[in-house]
């Protein structure tokens, strides 16, 4: 494996915070990149390892000494025709397409946290993810 003549990466991220009330908040971010190598003789193809578009939601309630937080964490997919050329060969560790082409899926998780502050010094904390 050579690499590229020269590689853009960009992107750009967004995030929000919202306090809707004293007990209740909205947070949110949603990161989007792009990268682009170009080859010796001119050519250009998707970059290795430029990541998809994710992000995260989150809905919190807190109190004086209970917070909570409902959450959720995604990933976009990476088509067969945005994989990296050096990708696009290693069926075994991608999922197949209705095609058979290697790809990698987009995927989400939804998760709840909460925090219990038992003491100012002790902090019980339990997750679900």
């Known amino acids: 494996i050579q690499n590229a003549a020269k590689a853009y990466v960009y992107g750009f991220e967004f995030g929000l915070e919202a306090y809707l009330t004293e ?3 909205l947070s949110s971010n949603l990161t989007l990149t792009e990268g682009i190598e170009e080859e010796n003789d001119g050519s250009e193809t998707p970059a290795r390892h430029a990541a998809p578009t994710f992000g995260d939601f989150h809905i919190v309630w807190k109190n004086q000494r209970l917070r909570t937080d409902l959450f959720l964490n995604f990933n ?8 990296a050329m050096s990708e696009q060969s290693k069926e075994y560790i991608y999922a197949a397409d209705e095609n058979g082409n290697p790809f990698a899926p987009s995927w989400y998780t939804l998760n ?3 925090q219990y502050d038992v003491t100012n010094k002790f902090k019980l904390t339990a997750s679900l993810e």
């Open 23 to 25: 007990e209740w908040s």
């Open 76 to 83: 976009g997919e990476i088509a067969y025709e945005d994989l």
């Open 112 to 114: 709840f946290r909460s």
